[in-house]
C-alpha cells in the first residue's frame, strides 16, 4: 500500500475535489475524517490565503506522520476592496447565506465592475516542517444569481468566460484543468515530480 496524504480538509466537496486532481499521485490521499483529526480545528485568522493555508498544514503535520497538504481559498471582488477574500467561508453560517450576502453587496456593480477572482493558496508540509508553497488564480464575472448545480461555495456566481458558463455548471475535469485549485495542484504535482516525498529535512 503507498504512503498516505492528508488532505487537511473536511469540506467533501473539496476533498473530492482534490481526490480528482491528485488523483496520478503515488500516494493514497485522506481527508481529516478518515485520519480520525476531524475534531481538531485550526483557527484561520491569516491575513493572507497563504498564512492559513501554512497554518493548517502546519498544525496537522504535528499530528500526522505522512506529508500534509492544506489550502486556502476564497472569492475576491475587486470592486469591493477584495470582499469576502480571506473571510470567504465565514461571512455568513451557511453557503446560501453567503452567496445570498455577497450578491447584495454587489447589486449595484455593473459590467466589468462585476469582476471576480478566484483564488488558493496550497501548502506542503511534513514533520511540522515547511515544504512548499504554491497558488492558483482564476478570473471571471460574478453573476447577478447562481447557475448551476454542481461545485460548492461560490461556483455557482463565478461566470469562467472561456468555458462560457459558471463553474457549478461546469462538468469536474472542465472545471478542474483551468481553476485556481487546479493551477496550484498542478504546480505541487511539478514539484513532487522534481522532488519526491519522503524529503531529506
Do not use: C
Amino acid at each position: 500500500m503507498s504512503e498516505p496524504l492528508l488532505l487537511a480538509t473536511s469540506n467533501p466537496g473539496k476533498s473530492e475535489e482534490f481526490r480528482r486532481l491528485l488523483s496520478s499521485l503515488p500516494l493514497t490521499l485522506i481527508d481529516l475524517k478518515e485520519a480520525g483529526l476531524e475534531d481538531y480545528r485550526v483557527e484561520e485568522d491569516g491575513k493572507t490565503f497563504s498564512a492559513n493555508a501554512w497554518k493548517k498544514a502546519l498544525f496537522y503535520s504535528r499530528l500526522f506522520p505522512g506529508p500534509v497538504v492544506a489550502d486556502d481559498s476564497g472569492l475576491l471582488v475587486p470592486r469591493l476592496g477584495g470582499f469576502p477574500g480571506v473571510h470567504s467561508a465565514r461571512i455568513a453560517p451557511t453557503v446560501q447565506e453567503r452567496n445570498l450576502l455577497l450578491l447584495q453587496k454587489a447589486s449595484s456593480l455593473k459590467g466589468p465592475d462585476r469582476e471576480a477572482l478566484f483564488r488558493t493558496s496550497l501548502a506542503l508540509a511534513w514533520k511540522g516542517r515547511k515544504i512548499a508553497l504554491f497558488h492558483g488564480e482564476v478570473r471571471g464575472r460574478l453573476l447577478e444569481e447562481p447557475s448551476g448545480e454542481g461545485g460548492f461555495g461560490y461556483d455557482p456566481l463565478f461566470y469562467y468566460h472561456p468555458l462560457r458558463k459558471s463553474f457549478a455548471q461546469a462538468e469536474g475535469e472542465s472545471k478542474n484543468r483551468v481553476s485556481h485549485r487546479g493551477r496550484a495542484v498542478e504546480a505541487l504535482l511539478r514539484f513532487l515530480l522534481v522532488h519526491p516525498y519522503p524529503w531529506d529535512l
